[in-house]
C-alpha cells in the first residue's frame, strides 16, 4: 500500500475565541491534534490550496505567545506562521474594520528608567517579505477590504485611553506603528528562532485604542474585525506558494482527542522497506 505524500502546513494561531472560529470557517477536514504537554491544534485542508492549516488558539500575551509558537513549531514543522485577530488602531486614517498587515512588529516594553527620563531600547522583528507581497497582491482583488502595511506595536496592556503615558510614549517612540496588539512579536519572535520561518501578523481593527473601546467592542466590532483578518489570512495564502522540498524528516503528530494522547514514539520508514525483525523498548510511564 502506498503511503500518503505530506502536506506542506502553515501555522495559524489566535488569542482569542472568536479569531479562531473566524480562520476556522474557511478550514475543512479537520482533525484535532494533541501535543505530548497538552495544547491542541485542529489541523485541516485550506479548500483550492496544497496548505494544509494547523490553528490554535493560543491565550493572551507575547510571553505566551512565544513558548507556545515555538512548541508547535517544532512538533509541526510548518513552512509558515501567522498570527491573526484583532488589535486597537494607532492612527487616525485606520478605522475600525480595517486590515492592518504588520511589516514589522515593535516590543515596546524595553528600555533603561533614568533620572532623564524612559530610553527606550527598541526591538522590532520584521514580517515574512513573500507573505507581505502575496498579501499586498490578495488584497488588490477584495474591494471590501481596507488594508495598510504598516508596523504594529506588541505591548503587554489593553489601551483603552488615548491620553495615558502608554499612549504618549507609543506617539514618541513608535510613532510610525499602526496598531497596538499583544502577541505578535512572541510569536514572531519564536519563527525567527526555530529556523527563521516566514511569519506575519494580520489584524483586523476592533477599535481605536481610546475610551470608546468597551463601545466599539459591545457593537459586534471585533467578531467584524476577526472576520475580515481570517479573510485576508485565507487570500494571501491563496497566493503564496509552498517550497517544492517541503517534506519534512519529522515525527508525524498522532491524531487524537482525549487527554493525554500525544506524538509518541514511532517508526516512520517513509515509503521505504525494511526486511528483518523489529526490537521495541518499552520506556517507563509510556503504556
Known amino acids: 500500500m502506498s503511503v500518503p505524500e505530506p502536506q506542506p502546513t502553515v501555522l495559524v494561531l489566535?488569542?482569542?475565541?472568536?479569531?479562531?472560529?473566524?480562520v476556522r470557517a474557511h478550514v475543512g477536514q479537520r482533525e484535532e491534534l494533541v501535543h505530548r504537554d497538552g495544547t491542541r491544534v485542529e489541523r485541516g485542508q485550506l479548500p483550492g490550496t496544497p496548505w494544509q492549516v494547523a490553528l490554535s488558539e493560543l491565550g493572551v500575551g507575547a510571553d505566551r505567545a512565544a513558548a507556545l509558537t515555538s512548541q508547535l513549531i517544532n512538533w509541526l514543522r510548518p513552512q509558515a506562521v501567522l498570527f491573526v485577530g484583532v488589535a486597537g488602531s494607532l492612527k487616525?486614517?485606520?478605522?475600525i474594520g480595517d486590515v492592518v498587515v504588520g511589516t514589522q512588529v515593535y516590543e515596546i516594553h524595553g528600555g533603561k528608567r533614568t533620572p532623564e527620563g524612559f530610553l527606550v531600547r527598541p526591538r522590532a522583528l520584521p514580517g515574512s517579505h513573500a507573505l507581505e507581497q502575496a498579501a499586498r497582491s490578495a488584497v488588490r482583488d477584495m474591494p471590501d477590504v481596507r488594508a495598510h502595511f504598516v508596523p504594529i506595536a506588541t505591548g503587554d496592556v489593553v489601551l483603552a485611553d488615548?491620553?495615558?503615558?502608554?499612549?504618549?510614549?507609543?506617539?514618541?517612540?513608535?510613532?510610525?506603528?499602526?496598531?497596538i496588539e499583544m502577541?505578535?512579536?512572541g510569536a514572531l519572535q519564536a519563527a525567527h528562532l526555530n529556523g527563521r520561518l516566514n511569519a506575519l501578523v494580520v489584524r483586523?481593527?476592533?477599535?481605536?485604542?481610546?475610551?470608546?473601546?468597551?463601545?466599539?467592542?459591545a457593537?459586534?466590532?471585533?467578531?467584524?474585525?476577526?472576520?475580515q483578518a481570517a479573510s485576508v489570512t485565507?487570500?494571501?495564502?491563496?497566493?503564496?506558494?509552498?517550497?517544492?522540498?517541503?517534506?519534512?524528516?519529522?515525527e508525524e503528530p498522532h491524531r487524537g482527542g482525549s487527554e493525554g494522547t500525544y506524538g509518541g514514539d514511532h517508526i516512520d520508514f517513509r515509503g521505504g522497506t525494511?526486511?528483518?525483525?523489529?526490537?521495541?523498548?518499552?520506556?517507563?510511564?509510556?503504556g
Open 204 to 217: 483586523g481593527i476592533s477599535d481605536r485604542a481610546d475610551d470608546d473601546k468597551s463601545r466599539a467592542d
Open 14 to 22: 489566535t488569542a482569542l475565541p472568536l479569531e479562531y472560529d473566524a
Open 274 to 286: 525494511f526486511y528483518g525483525p523489529v526490537v521495541g523498548k518499552r520506556v517507563e510511564g509510556r
Open 162 to 179: 488615548a491620553t495615558s503615558e502608554i499612549a504618549r510614549h507609543l506617539r514618541h517612540s513608535y510613532n510610525d506603528a499602526g496598531a
Open 219 to 227: 457593537s459586534g466590532s471585533q467578531r467584524r474585525a476577526a472576520g
Open 183 to 185: 502577541e505578535g512579536f
Open 92 to 95: 487616525d486614517d485606520i478605522g
Open 234 to 250: 485565507v487570500a494571501l495564502l491563496r497566493k503564496h506558494r509552498p517550497r517544492e522540498d517541503f517534506a519534512d524528516s519529522g
